[in-house]
């Protein structure tokens, strides 16, 4: 168990993500649990977060990855120790940053897993395929339908994190401008460009599809439940899914779950013989820009990173493509 001191460090340090940072509620979760695993690291050497060593991190992460810890799950546990030792040195706890010249864990730039661009056409067209496959009922299935593809290929275009696909609402969306305003980390907005794809898909979910949608019962009432207050219920639930401010709805105009958008995925993206993510799809995007020459600072910008360091994942395929290029065009690029 984390010692008294620990935990009033790290309550401090939540706190100033939480309030100068103005971090998302689920990375301030995530970097409890990363700091308070290497506390709970320090105290089995009698060792408090205030007196760790340089030695201390690189053992802890020497340890994870002997626990067969993937890379970038020990890169983001690193990067959350810098974060903190660096608000402790702004705050003078420390005289010296333990992590200091700590190299980032190699495994960690190895580039994400993504789709091929034939796999993605596939897992886009998913959804139609799917039509009428689990709802006896046409006019919603085609509307569950259009809604899972417009998602899909709003997750693809505009490389979506799942939180910021559940949150988007009706006036985030520009379609005459052919862009989006999306909120990431930290509150922090960015403007997504949308290619005609997506804007088709949206434009079709929201003129046949959200209205039905909206429509739907969102679930079964209880048995227990009388006329009266099903009614009453009825009432209010139309009420709000009339003022329901959220570009993408669950049926009844309920909210979607981000489970449930893993779940959407999964099961379109069988269709190309894989199973994906929605951080796949994201990543996709990306690789897919780079192969076809974008610059990083732009993809720095559509993924909405803070730090280029984190885009230049992607690095090596700019190289590649660089290489190709340069054998293609220049003159003493083949051997003669």
């Known amino acids: 168990m984390p010692s008294d001191a620990n935990t009033r460090l790290l309550s401090g340090f939540l ?4 309030i100068e940072k103005g971090l998302a509620r689920l990375s301030i979760r995530a970097y409890a649990t990363d700091i308070t695993q290497f506390a709970e690291f ?16 690189r053992e802890f992460l020497q340890q994870l990855f002997s626990n067969r810890v993937d890379g970038r799950s020990v890169g983001r546990k690193l990067s959350a120790l810098r974060h903190l030792y660096r ?11 333990p992590t200091l010249n700590i190299e980032s864990p190699r495994q960690w730039k190895v580039l994400p ?16 395929n799917f039509l009428a496959a689990s709802h006896k009922n046409q006019k919603d299935a085609e509307a569950l339908a259009a809604r899972d593809r417009a998602m899909l290929e709003l997750l693809y275009a ?19 401008a052919g862009y989006m305003l999306v909120r990431g980390k ?30 739907m019962p969102a679930a079964k009432p209880a048995k227990n439940v009388t006329p009266a207050e099903l009614t009453r219920d009825s009432q209010t639930r139309n009420i709000q899914t009339r003022n329901s401010p959220l570009l993408f709805i669950a049926r009844g105009g309920k909210k979607l779950s981000r489970q449930r958008i893993w779940q959407m995925v999964g099961a379109a993206s069988a269709a190309s013989g894989r199973h994906a993510s929605p951080h796949m799809l994201r990543h996709s995007c990306a690789t897919h820009m780079v192969e076809n020459g974008a610059d990083l600072r732009t993809v720095q910008t559509i993924l ?11 690095t090596h395929l700019a190289l590649d493509r660089l290489r190709t290029v340069y054998q293609k065009h220049h003159p003493r690029a083949k051997a003669r």
Not at 15 to 18: E, G, N, P, T, W
Not at 113 to 128: C, H, I, M, Q
Not at 160 to 166: A, G, H, Q, S, Y
Request: aromatic share 4%; glycine share 6%; hydrophobic share 35%.
């Open 304 to 314: 909405g990173h803070a730090d280029i360091s984190t885009t230049q994942v992607y």
């Open 186 to 215: 930290g509150d922090k907005e960015r403007i997504v460009p949308l290619g005609k794809p997506a804007q088709d898909a949206l434009t079709d979910y929201l003129k046949s599809a959200r209205p039905v949608l909206a429509a």
């Open 15 to 18: 706190d100033y993500l939480q």
């Open 113 to 128: 897993k993504s789709l091929g661009r034939d796999e993605v056409e596939l897992t886009l067209a998913a959804p139609t």
């Open 158 to 176: 505009g490389a979506l994190r799942v939180t910021e696909l559940v949150t988007a609402t009706l006036e985030d969306l520009k379609l005459e």
């Open 87 to 97: 608000y402790l040195l702004l705050d003078k706890r420390i005289e010296g940053d």
């Open 42 to 57: 320090l105290g089995k050497r009698k060792r408090q977060l205030l007196t760790a060593r340089r030695n201390d991190v």
